[in-house]
């Protein structure tokens, strides 16, 4: 169950990601060369980097998904 890969991202969009049971509601700023992402969490409004979210690997319940209007 991974859902959209990180090759499919795109700036401008919103998207959610599951891991280790943490959901991430978030949208994509900025695409960065190394293939990371800088990001803003739409409800904290915090920026950071999509790869923060996976530095301890992909849990089971890993799924990655594009949030529609």
Not at 35 to 53: A, C, I, Q, Y
């Amino acid at each position: 169950m991974a859902g959209l890969s990180f090759d499919v991202l795109r700036t401008g969009k919103k998207y959610r990601l599951i891991n280790f049971g943490e959901q991430h509601d978030f949208v994509i700023e900025h695409i960065l060369t190394d293939g990371d992402f800088k990001v803003k969490d739409l409800h904290s409004l915090e920026r950071f980097h999509l790869k923060e979210l996976i530095t301890y690997g992909k849990g089971k319940d890993y799924y990655l998904e594009e949030i529609r209007p």
